[in-house]
């Protein structure tokens, strides 16, 4: 009788023991000399847990019935709810696998599902998820996904956190066709597997198609006529056993779910509506111990109050290198022919963007390879690639008509008959899905087949099977279309060719409506419903309805669904209609961008075109009608233009601002430079980036009218807002006001990289709020505070912040009315700041006495590359102390001095300093008089250095001894890239010394010898240097006294000698 036990539930136990209690057991069987050191070794030497557990229990079966009874009463005494657990419920948990292995076991689609294992998990459904149709969704957010967190697969129903719970109701969404059957076929194949949540005990996974079935159900019903081998249903609903129930496709649920008016029930054995009992599960009035988990379109899963929802999910759409691999896996065959599908792919950015989904890009795939092997070896001109919505739908449809589908079926039938049948089924199919579409229904059973006079035996046929699913169930069978996308073009195919011959009101199934006569009248009731309807239902059927009007659609389908060229009766007055639903006074709604769609299914393209092309040439400014704002709208979404930049500058009024907020939202780099905006725009544009969709990543709004109001609206925005690196706020009049409630978002603001507000009067105060806010804030890396008044005051304060803050990458403080005192401030900062890579104090007053102390900050620092002192006043003893420091430093790049009255003195240190210095790539000493003696100790240098690449010199007093000790050192010199001599006197013998080393050099790229009195002669001896130099890719001789006839034959020689060469003369 022991050993009975021990091996009848040897596989329960194997499944049952966690690692301490098996600890415990080894260590009460060693205490009653039922198991040796040695024996227990062993079986903890095992590879995996249940093989450990295999390894005791076998031990034991060989030690008599003794042994197999010490386990069977320490375990039931030891831990009760393990015993029961291991005797009543592992038996049924056995039977549950077995039965979910068999219908599970090649359920999955062969190809990779790496990308369900990880979902992402977001804060809720966005305005747009819930409101708007799942491609209008795709389309308004470019298919792009606002989350950085992601969740793998068998952390699903797992706590976040050590301090958290695992969550009750777990809900997943997902467009139509984006894989959310599969995922849950995925993951109870992991689960029955033991490969995932071994600590769930039953899954029990239901569709929401067949609870469509039921009309009343109780908690324990549900389980027993789901799991008819689930014998106590009880230990479900009592909690003793975790669960996890999942409910897939709410979407597909035919009585939508009522939360506020659900009455409350808690008996698991009382029958009640199925819509209620779902609601009551959910609100844990049943099945409370339970976890729940439920998938759904976004639209549907918005029935959920998100009160009641624990966890999130959204799942992704392919990757680059995922849809290659599914397209790969279409075409198994044909690799060429999945890469020209690819490639066609890639080529319309909207449809690339639908491709990411599985379900679409199955359709637009097939289409395209369908084209791409029925184009071959025909003229160009006679086909034509499939770019709209309609066009790729026609080629599918004409594949499914034909017998060119992949699943070739055996009958072969005339080519009359053909017609013929497929005219039948599409009709009967077209109504159903029409009408279905209407009341929101896309799961369909015997009895609707029976209430749309469907003939039951036309299900069978192959056309059908292509476009209607099966799914048979326990009390029914359900029928579907095999995507969303599919009955909303069956749909309005059934009412394109219903509308012909209609006198009532197709959309009023009873037909009692006032008369509707003509084909016109009932296309404009169409649009209009679409038009009127809030969430998008009719959008796409609208759009097919429209594209069974173009020309190429007409062509693909004429003979099969359509009458060889009768669009032609309509198209124009339909393209007039459509036009007329955009004049709306720029109240610009999806449904409105949705019309211009229409026209471009109609192949109606002028009024994008005109528009796009203004884009391009940045010419929009007072061409912005409602019409064209309806169309730039839809540009937003679809345009190749917008894909680096949104550039909407110098166009935009309040008005029109306000009616493209919902398309803004989802550009990643927006320009509104130069439109006058006054605080008010900001105000919406702060309403914008505070809604949690918003994927605006770079703003520009530079060069407007923005005042403290405006800035502060931007600033609330700033503290909610998760997407925007950059902001540039240069050329408006902010103050300090505005500038402290920008440093007060900073404080909390843990996105934004970039801050602008050049020139915006922000003065100290400013400067200071700003420099409080980078003591906390580690985010920031770039910020430009360029002609502000800063001063010495804002400058010290910003000095005490860099002390602490090692995170600022960039600082901009040129133009400020920074002293010696500031500069002093600064510079001690930096001795100590292990951040900072670029300083601009360009255009300020730091004197020859600031010189000392950026000297002793440069011996101290190694990190900053670039620092810009141009227009100061250093003279040649400021100049000195930074040249006697850089022979010290390592880590400076870039040194610009330019117009700060240095003269030979300190020109020469600096090239004595280049001697040695391995670090400087770049040097400005322009507008500075370091005459001849300067440029012979540079050049002398030269000849040593290996870094230097640019060397600016423009107007430094330099003739042509200078410019014959530069040329000796060129003719050695490796790495000098960039020389710029421009407006100097190096005059002919400068010149031909220059053009002797030109002929050795191969480093030089660019040279500027602009107005340096070559004449003529000094010219031409440049361009014939440049024979053989095929290194130099610009020269600039202008401003030389050369004339126009010799420009063009210096030019021309420029251009034999050196092709490449890009000569301005």
């Not at 095992?46 to 197999?68: F, M, N, T, Y």
């Not at 920074?818 to 890579?837: D, R």
């Not at 107005?1011 to 024979?1027: F, H, K, P, Q, Y």
């Amino acid at each position: 009788m022991e050993e009975a036990w021990i091996s009848r539930y040897r596989r329960q136990l194997m499944r049952s023991i966690s690692p301490q209690f098996l600890e415990e057991i080894i260590g009460h069987l060693q205490r009653l000399d039922l198991l040796t050191v040695e024996e227990a070794g062993r079986a903890q030497e095992a590879s995996s847990l249940p093989e450990q557990v295999r390894a005791v229990v076998d031990i034991l079966a060989g030690k008599g019935s003794h042994a197999s009874q010490s386990l069977q009463s320490f375990i039931e005494t030891t831990n009760s709810q393990l015993y029961l657990h291991i005797t009543v419920y592992e038996p049924m948990v056995q039977k549950h696998l077995e039965s979910l292995q068999s219908f599970y076991e090649n359920s999955l689609e062969i190809g990779s599902l790496q990308r369900l294992t990880n979902l992402l998990l977001v804060e809720g459904l966005t305005d747009i998820q819930q409101k708007e149709h799942d491609i209008l969704q795709m389309e308004m957010t470019k298919g792009l996904q606002n989350v950085s967190k992601s969740i793998p697969l068998e952390k699903l129903f797992l706590p976040l956190s050590k301090v958290s719970i695992p969550p009750r109701i777990s809900v997943t969404t997902g467009v139509a066709g984006i894989g959310k059957s599969t995922l849950v076929k995925l993951f109870v194949g992991r689960w029955t597997k033991g490969l995932i949540n071994r600590d769930i005990m039953f899954v029990l996974p239901l569709t929401f198609r067949e609870l469509n079935t039921y009309e009343k159900l109780s908690a324990e019903r549900l389980i027993r006529s789901s799991f008819p081998h689930i014998t106590e249903p009880n230990c479900i609903s009592t909690g003793a056993a975790r669960t996890l129930l999942i409910l897939d496709g709410l979407d597909e649920f035919k009585t939508p779910l009522d939360f506020s008016n659900t009455v409350a029930c808690t008996d698991p054995k009382k029958e009640i509506q199925v819509d209620n009992l779902i609601t009551n599960i959910i609100r844990g009035n049943l099945l409370q111990e339970a976890s729940v988990w439920v998938t759904s379109r976004p639209a549907a899963a918005s029935q959920i109050p998100g009160g009641l929802i624990d966890r999130m999910t959204e799942i992704r759409g392919f990757r680059a290198a995922e849809m290659k691999d599914f397209l790969d896996q279409m075409f198994l065959d044909n690799r060429d022919l999945s890469s020209q599908v690819l490639h066609h792919i890639k080529a319309n950015r909207s449809l690339h963007i639908m491709c990411t989904v599985p379900g679409f890009c199955r359709i637009y795939g097939s289409s395209i390879g369908y084209y791409l092997k029925n184009s071959a070896g025909q003229p160009q001109e006679m086909t034509v690639a499939p770019k709209t919505l309609s066009e790729i739908y026609s080629y599918y449809f004409k594949m499914a008509l034909s017998s060119d589908w992949p699943e070739r079926q055996r009958e072969t039938l005339r080519i009359e008959q053909a017609v013929n049948n497929s005219k039948k089924v599409m009709g009967s199919l077209g109504r159903l899905a029409f009408y279905g579409l209407l009341k929101r229904k896309h799961v369909f059973y015997e009895q609707d087949m029976k209430t749309y006079g469907i003939d039951l035996s036309l299900l069978h046929s192959s056309l059908c099977s292509r476009l209607l699913l099966k799914e048979d169930m326990q009390s029914s069978t359900a029928y579907y279309f095999s995507h969303l996308t599919i009955q909303e073009f069956l749909a309005a195919i059934y009412y394109y060719t219903a509308a012909k011959r209609a006198i009532f009101d197709l959309f009023t199934e009873s037909g009692m409506s006032w008369p509707k006569l003509g084909f016109l009248n009932h296309f404009k009731s169409a649009v209009q419903r679409s038009l009127q309807a809030e969430d998008g239902q009719l959008d796409i059927f609208v759009r097919f309805l429209s594209g069974l009007l173009s020309p190429q659609v007409n062509q693909l389908l004429s003979g099969w669904l359509l009458v060889k060229d009768e669009h032609n009766s309509y198209r124009n007055q339909a393209i007039s209609f459509l036009q007329g639903c955009l004049n709306t006074n720029y109240v610009i709604s999806s449904q409105t961008v949705n019309t211009v769609h229409c026209l471009h299914e109609i192949q109606h393209a002028e009024i994008a075109k005109a528009v796009e092309e203004a884009m391009k040439n940045e010419s929009l400014a007072g061409m912005l009608t409602p019409v064209n704002c309806s169309a730039l709208a839809y540009l937003l979404q679809v345009s190749d233009v917008c894909v680096e930049e949104t550039n909407l500058s110098n166009c935009l009024t309040y008005n029109i601002c306000k009616s493209l907020l919902p398309q803004l939202l989802f550009c990643h780099s927006l320009r509104l430079d130069n439109n006058q905006f006054k605080d008010n725009v900001m105000e919406l544009l702060g309403s914008v980036l505070s809604v949690k969709d918003c994927q605006i990543q770079r703003l520009s709004l530079a060069e407007n009218q923005i005042c403290n109001k405006g800035a502060k609206a931007l600033a609330r925005s700033l503290m909610v807002n998760r997407s925007l690196t950059a902001l540039d706020l240069r050329s408006n009049s902010i103050g300090s006001s505005g500038a402290k409630a920008l440093a007060d978002a900073l404080k909390k603001n843990q996105v934004l990289l970039s801050l602008n507000l050049q020139h915006n009067v922000i003065k100290e105060e400013g400067a200071t709020a700003l420099a409080e806010a980078l003591l906390t804030n580690r985010r920031l890396i770039t910020l430009q505070l360029s002609s502000n008044s800063v001063g010495d005051s804002g400058s010290v304060a910003l000095a005490e912040a860099l002390k602490v803050n090692h995170s600022l990458q960039s600082l901009d403080l040129q133009s400020n009315s920074i002293s010696n005192t500031g500069v002093s401030a600064l510079t001690a900062a930096l001795c100590s700041n292990k951040g900072l890579i670029d300083l601009n104090l360009r255009e300020n007053s730091i004197s020859k006495e600031g010189g000392p102390a950026i000297a002793h900050a440069l011996r101290t620092n190694c990190t900053l590359k670039k620092l810009d002192l141009a227009a100061n006043l250093l003279h040649d003893e400021g100049g000195k102390a930074i040249a006697l420091a850089m022979k010290e430093n390592r880590a400076l790049t870039s040194l610009h001095l330019q117009w700060n009255f240095i003269q030979t003195q300190a020109a020469v240190a600096l090239a004595q300093a280049l001697q040695s210095n391995g670090s400087l790539v770049s040097l400005d000493l322009q507008e500075n008089a370091i005459g001849d003696e300067g440029m012979a100790a540079l050049a002398a240098a030269l000849k040593v250095n290996t870094t230097l690449a640019d060397l600016h010199l423009q107007v430094a007093s330099i003739s042509a001894a200078g410019a014959q000790a530069l040329a000796e050192a060129l003719m050695v010199n490796n790495s000098l890239q960039v020389l710029d001599l421009r407006g100097n006197c190096i005059s002919v013998a400068g010149a031909k010394a220059m053009a002797k080393a030109l002929k050795v050099n191969r480093s030089l790229r660019w040279l500027n010898l602009q107005e340096n009195s070559l004449g003529m002669d000094g010219a031409i001896c440049i361009a014939t240097a440049l024979r053989g130099n095929h290194g130099l890719t610009y020269v600039n001789l202008q401003g030389n006294r050369i004339g126009q006839s010799g420009a063009k034959m210096i030019s021309d020689a420029i251009r034999t000698n050196s092709p490449d060469c890009v000569v301005v003369v």
